[in-house]
């Protein structure tokens, strides 16, 4: 089951559906192993994409985060990642699009700067 894309037109859904699938190959061979690819992995199978014209035009994308579930004491961030097609860097670079669904999925997976190896670890792409 490829990705949802919300809002966008079919030329955003073909950008998205093609990192989606260059995302999957990168968490099978180079961040394979790591803790948060197989979730990662997961949102590239499965997840959900909105786009967005989004207020900051410098904003490439985000998720939006939840903090922790006091329930089951984890940490909890909404699944679905938003990209503003609005970015012009973004709307000219396939890769800056992959690196940036990369770095959102993996904040919708609860990493959070710093902890390494995505793309965006130190907060900038
Ligand atoms: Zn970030």
Known sequence: MPVTTQSGGPKDRERILKAARNIIKRCDWQ???WPW???IRERAEK??????YCEDPKLLGYNKWRGP???????YAEEEIHLCVNNRRLALDDALLEDVMVHEWAHSCCW???MGIYPGNDGTL
């Open 112 to 114: 959070q700067h710093g």
């Open 47 to 52: 997840g959900t994409v909105i786009c967005e």
């Open 31 to 33: 961040y394979q192993g």
């Open 69 to 75: 579930s006091w329930k089951n004491y984890k940490l």
């Open 37 to 39: 690819a197989s979730c």
